[in-house]
């Protein structure tokens, strides 16, 4: 009983079925957002709802199902190399040799001299081993690992992507110039100096670049640069610019001009203010304001050369009423005055920190090894008798024949010329 479980547990047909079962786990966390709240599921998926909470599709990739499903899968895959290992190295020693199949060919042909033919393989790289029967030509025995190397490779890409996937740090900030990032915890902190958007002639934005000051403990502070593709590495921490946006400075003033509350809108859009029970929203700023054919605000390009700001005001009975303002210009209401005084750009980055990579990297150097083993240098023999040039392997056997055989005939053709 015990030995059909484990002939089961690392047979290729079960390592399939695990496979297919990542693979559909994969594209429910690609389809499906992750990292939300309880009630974004139960909100947007009524009728299943709770049913995706509870099998973790919210946090398909650090969920246990997925886990215990990955960690079956690796051993599925340690299991198959074990079985398959010990011969794989037997069938590497140079005692190892085919036998010849019935579709096997025979390219000999009458007056071939076996001697010649030998030092002929040689120059191909084929190293000659003689036996009691006549010799074999070997070349690329390691290839015999390709499957076990692969196998390796698989299991330490899942293994980093796991343990990235459960210890990685990553977030979101957004910085408007003279602001600061602190991350006292890893020794470092760095001051936004300036944003800047560079605009395409048509005035549409091909590049946003961030200016920073980096501050390492120890070390003196300096100046680098992000852009899209062109992240910030600090210490393993990567910064990448994602996204920008308008921060908007927001007054609320008495009749007198004194400053009642002042809000810089950056990421949210509402703002209240208590003692008028008062909601102020910001549906945008439009640097270059205009109205589209629906009457609707718009921006042709993200140079300030008409600005305006379009506003909504809500209080506790609801809708009160909407406003396309000027900078500087006052929105009256009740005893009050609203102005939107200043905006300027402020940039998205996200960072984050995979301590998977490496392994992942690593992972992927020995998957393609063994892809080149399998598939590239796998192993060729060819069987030599004073009657018979056979050559035998396991990948692209035809292929193979047809290239000896024309080896042989143009080392033939040499000879008859010479």
């Known amino acids: ?44 998926y009524r009728t299943f709802g709770s049913l995706m909470v509870f099998l973790q599709f919210d946090n398909v990739y650090s969920s246990v199902i997925y886990l215990a499903i990955v960690f079956v899968f690796i051993i599925n895959l340690l299991g198959c190399t074990l079985n398959i290992l010990p011969t794989q190295l037997k069938r590497m020693k140079e005692t ?3 036998k010849v199949g ?11 001299d076996l001697e010649n033919v030998k030092e002929v393989l040689k120059k191909r790289k084929f ?24 196998h390796l490779g698989i299991m330490v890409i899942i293994l980093g992507a796991v343990i990235g996937n459960m210890f990685v ?31 395409r002639e048509d005035g549409t934005v091909e590049q946003y670049i961030s200016e920073v000051i980096v501050h390492e403990e120890g070390k003196e502070a300096r100046e680098e640069k992000l852009w899209v593709n062109k992240p910030l590495n600090m210490n393993g921490m990567y910064f990448y610019q994602s996204n920008y946006g308008w921060a908007s400075k927001m007054q ?70 909407s406003y396309i303002v000027e900078p500087g210009e006052a929105i009256e209401y009740n005893d009050i005055r609203i102005e939107f005084v200043d905006s300027v750009l402020y940039t998205g980055l996200t960072y984050r920190q995979d301590f998977g990579y490496y392994p992942v990297l690593i992972g992927s150097i020995i998957l393609t090894l063994g892809i080149l083993l399998s598939f590239y240098f796998y192993p060729k023999y060819i069987l030599l008798s004073p009657t018979s040039i056979v050559p ?27």
């Open 96 to 98: 190892y040799a085919p």
């Open 1 to 44: 009983m015990l030995k059909k479980f484990t002939n089961f547990l690392f047979s290729l047909k079960f390592g399939i079925i695990l496979f297919l079962i990542i693979a559909v786990y994969s594209i429910i966390g690609t389809v499906i957002p992750q990292g939300m709240d309880v009630g974004f599921y139960l909100e947007q």
């Open 127 to 150: 190293k000659i081993i003689d036996t009691e029967d006549g010799a074999y030509a070997l070349k690329h025995s390691i290839g015999h690992l390709g499957s076990s190397v692969t």
């Open 169 to 199: 740090i990553d977030g979101y900030i957004t910085l408007i110039p003279g602001e600061r990032a602190d991350f006292n915890e890893y020794g470092y902190s760095f001051y936004l100096d300036d944003f800047y958007l560079e605009l």
């Open 102 to 112: 019935k579709n096997s060919t025979n390219l000999y042909e009458d007056g071939m």
């Open 252 to 321: 609320v003033k008495s009749k007198e001009g004194q400053v009642l509350q002042e809000n810089i809108y950056k990421g949210s859009r509402h703002e209240f203010y208590l003692p008028e029970d008062l909601t102020i929203y910001l549906y945008g700023f439009f640097p270059d304001f205009s109205m589209d054919h629906h009457g609707n605000p718009i921006t042709i390009s993200q140079e300030i050369n008409n600005p305006a700001y379009a506003v909504v005001l809500y209080n506790h009975t609801g809708y009160v009423d």
């Open 392 to 418: 035998l392997t396991r990948q692209n056997v035809w292929g193979f024949t047809v290239n000896i055989k024309r080896i042989l005939k143009e080392e033939n053709k040499g000879k008859e010329e010479s």
